[in-house]
Nanobody, 125 residues
Framework: QLQASGGGLVQAGGSLRLSCAGS????????MGWFRQAPGKEREFVAG????????EYSDSVKGRFTISRVNAKNTVELQMNSLKSEDTSVYFC????????????????????WGSGTQVTVSS
C-alpha cells in the first residue's frame, strides 16, 4: 500500500518534500504520479514520472517549481516543492499505474490503479 508523508504547514515561498513509499508491487513496472485535491475541487494532476525515471510531466501550475523523482531500489517516489504558493494548499496523493513501456508517463487520474493515503500541505500567505 502506498503511503505518502512529508506534508505540513509552510509559509509562502517555502519548500516541502513529499515522499511516497510502497511495496515492490506498487513500483515494479509502474509509472508513478502525484495528484492533489482541495476542498470542493476535483482531483488534479501535479506531476508524473515514467517507470524508468527518465521522463517527467508537470501541470502548468507547478512547472519550474516542483520536481518529481523516484528511487526504484527503495520503492519510493518524491515530490520536491519549492516556491510554494497559497494556491498549492491541498491534500496530495501519490499513485501508481501499470506501464507496458518504461518511457510512458501517465497524466490522468483514471489511468492510475493504486492510490496512497493523502498528506496535507498548507501554505500560509
Amino acid at each position: 500500500q502506498l503511503q505518502a508523508s512529508g506534508g505540513g504547514l509552510v509559509q509562502a515561498g517555502g519548500s516541502l518534500r513529499l515522499s511516497c513509499a510502497g511495496s515492490r508491487r506498487d513500483f515494479n513496472q509502474n509509472a508513478m504520479g502525484w495528484f492533489r485535491q482541495a476542498p470542493g475541487k476535483e482531483r488534479e494532476f501535479v506531476a508524473g514520472i515514467s517507470r524508468n525515471g527518465y521522463n517527467r510531466e508537470y501541470s502548468d501550475s507547478v512547472k519550474g517549481r516542483f520536481t518529481i523523482s523516484r528511487v526504484n531500489a527503495k520503492n519510493t517516489v518524491e515530490l520536491q516543492m519549492n516556491s510554494l504558493k497559497s494556491e498549492d494548499t491541498s491534500v496530495y496523493f501519490c499513485a501508481s499505474s501499470y506501464a507496458r513501456r518504461p518511457e510512458i508517463v501517465k497524466v490522468t487520474a483514471d489511468e492510475y490503479q493504486r492510490w496512497g493515503s493523502g498528506t496535507q500541505v498548507t501554505v500560509s500567505s
